[in-house]
């Protein structure tokens, strides 16, 4: 069935797949069966909705509710949410329920809802067993991490992104068992590799893109099994070595490697998608899946339409952040091992739940924020099995008429301004168009632009600890910004020099290398077979399909 847009005002399909989902996850309550509207939204317009609802990057400086005392949090200090530490809201000093309250028939219920939220408190960030990493979110099982977020199983890295089992990284993301990175993103099994991207297996490399099982290669892209080659063209090793060696002298070189890897970038071949083991799927970036449509960042799922970044998890549509197990839910971001959980924000070990949002081991839920342990709750009101039913009734009715029902929670009740999440990531705006749209634009707090006094070296072995008491100014936009300890050591290990850019600038370059989650049709720059690809037509790299790329690369 075709639509239009509510939003962009751009045709949009809603499949019969989509259609039987949702009539499949329509609930009973009371005898009757509630039917679930067809979206009026683009998918675009969807995803975008729901990740305004994640803030995975930025801490600020904000205060303890039950203590007053500082502490960092996701949450900025003038945000309507209250916050507490991670072991407090774990501990029984407090209990979600002692907020419980009615459903007004006569209000909307998003505005009863966000009456809640801001009355609950929220956990400050999202980490779980680090060991000395204050300044991180939705980090865990790891150790000596500075500003490293949506990660696990990291140590000793620093503003990275969506890395797991990483060691000894700095500015890279999306990487898999790697160690010594700088400059990374992509990348699986890779070890002392600089300025490398979707690769496998490397070591040794420096400016390479698509190349596995690669060492000491320099300025390469679509390699397979190569060492000592410098732009492509096989070397010896003591040639290899001299022609690096003046690229890697100091800053200035490398920003003119640099530029050269950029323009080899634009000239080699790509696959129409990053997919691996992959059966009936489009979109990039898929890994043992099969039945994934339009989903993007996905391993080891199954029948999913409509998702990114989700784990081992099956049976989605409209969904972000899914992890561990989690199986039948739409409209929802964040969740670990749930089940026919929908329109939900950051759920745990929870089953059968309808917009709720940080809840634990709860089953049977309705518009509840904090819970743990709980079931037949509604607005964080306990309830007998029967009355939650007539309950929610009541309040899905009461939804219809508003026209709430089946609607996401809208971006206005998000506890974060919109540049603060991953819609700024994925769906950049403006603060005039996030202001024109009547959404929340936080002001940058790091407004310090002090001119820099200090004379870095270009070569890193002219830095002295000194270093690690100036403050810096960036290149890009001014701000002021410092080099940690840890940081330094890398830098040396890695025989690399100082970055004249701040950390957030290095971020928002790295994320532009990559393809935005939307899908066009093209056609095989060599065969001319029908492709789905996250290239636009326009774009002039040469896009290729499976078996094209394969001939030409292997
Ligand atoms: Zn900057
Ligand atoms: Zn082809």
């Avoid at 090793?237 to 003046?246: A, G, L, Q």
């Avoid at 197990?325 to 950051?346: A, D, I, Q, V």
Wanted: net charge negative.
């Amino acid at each position: 069935m075709k639509k239009v847009c509510a939003i962009s005002g751009k045709k949009f399909e809603v499949s019969q797949e989509e259609q039987d989902f949702l009539k499949n996850i329509a609930p009973t309550f009371e005898g009757e069966k509630f039917d679930i509207p067809l979206p009026e939204m683009s998918p675009e317009e969807r995803a975008r909705q729901r990740v305004s609802h994640r803030n995975e990057q930025f801490l600020f400086q904000n205060k303890n509710s039950f203590s007053g005392k500082p502490l960092l949090s996701i949450y900025r200090p003038d945000s309507e949410v209250k916050v507490c530490s991670r072991e407090e809201w774990f501990s029984d000093v407090w209990d979600a329920i002692d907020f419980g309250r009615d459903f007004e028939n006569t209000k909307s219920f998003f505005n009863q809802y966000h009456e809640l939220q801001k009355e609950v408190p929220y956990a400050a960030t999202v980490t779980v067993n680090n060991e000395n990493c204050p300044y991180a979110t939705s980090l865990g099982e790891s150790k000596n991490c500075f500003l490293v977020n949506s990660s696990d199983y990291c140590e000793d890295c620093l503003y990275g992104k969506l890395l797991q089992h990483c060691t000894s990284t700095i500015d890279s993301s999306f990487g898999y068992k790697s160690e010594l990175l700088y400059e990374c993103f992509s990348v699986e099994n890779c070890y002392d590799c600089k300025w490398v991207y979707y690769s496998q297996g490397c070591h040794d490399c420096w400016f390479c893109d698509d190349c596995r099982g690669c060492h000491h290669c320099f300025l390469c892209t679509n390699l397979v099994k190569k060492e000592y080659y410098f732009m492509n063209e096989k070397v010896s090793r003591e040639e290899y070595e001299k022609r690096i060696s003046d690229f890697l002298s100091d800053h200035k070189h490398i920003l003119k490697a640099k530029e050269i890897f950029d323009a080899l970038r634009k000239k080699r071949i790509y696959k129409y998608a990053r997919a691996v083991n992959t059966e009936n799927c489009t979109g990039d970036f898929i890994i043992n899946a099969k039945n994934c449509l339009d989903c993007y960042d996905m391993m080891g799922t199954e029948d999913c339409r409509y998702v990114q970044l989700a784990v081992e998890s099956r049976d989605m549509f409209d969904c972000s952040n899914i992890y561990d197990r989690s199986e039948l839910s739409y409209n929802t971001l964040g969740t670990m091992n749930t089940f026919n959980c929908h329109f939900c924000l950051y759920i745990f070990f929870c089953s059968d739940l309808w917009y709720c949002e940080q809840c634990f081991s709860c089953k049977n839920c309705f518009g509840c924020v904090g819970l743990r342990n709980k079931q037949y709750c509604i607005f964080n009101k306990q309830y007998k099995k029967d009355s939650y039913e007539k309950e929610v009734a009541r309040i899905i009715q009461s939804m219809q008429k508003t026209g709430e029902w089946g609607q996401f929670f809208p971006i206005e009740i998000s506890p974060f301004p919109y540049n603060d999440t991953v819609a700024q990531d994925y769906f950049p705006l403006t603060q005039k168009e996030v202001l024109e749209k009547n959404w929340r634009w936080g002001e940058d707090l790091n407004k310090n632009t002090h001119p820099q006094t200090y004379d870095v070296p270009g070569k890193i072995t002219d830095v002295t600890e000194a270093i690690l008491k100036v403050i810096l100014a960036c290149h890009s936009c001014g701000k002021n910004y410092r080099i940690q300890p840890l940081e330094l050591t890398l830098y040396r290990k890695m025989k690399l020099p100082i970055p004249q850019e701040c950390p957030h600038c290095r971020y928002k370059k790295r994320m532009d290398l990559r393809n935005s989650r939307k899908l066009f049709e093209r056609k095989c720059g060599n065969c001319g077979i029908e492709i789905q690809t996250t290239f636009a037509p326009e774009r002039s790299e040469k896009v290729y399909c499976e078996k094209c790329y394969l001939d030409c690369i292997e």
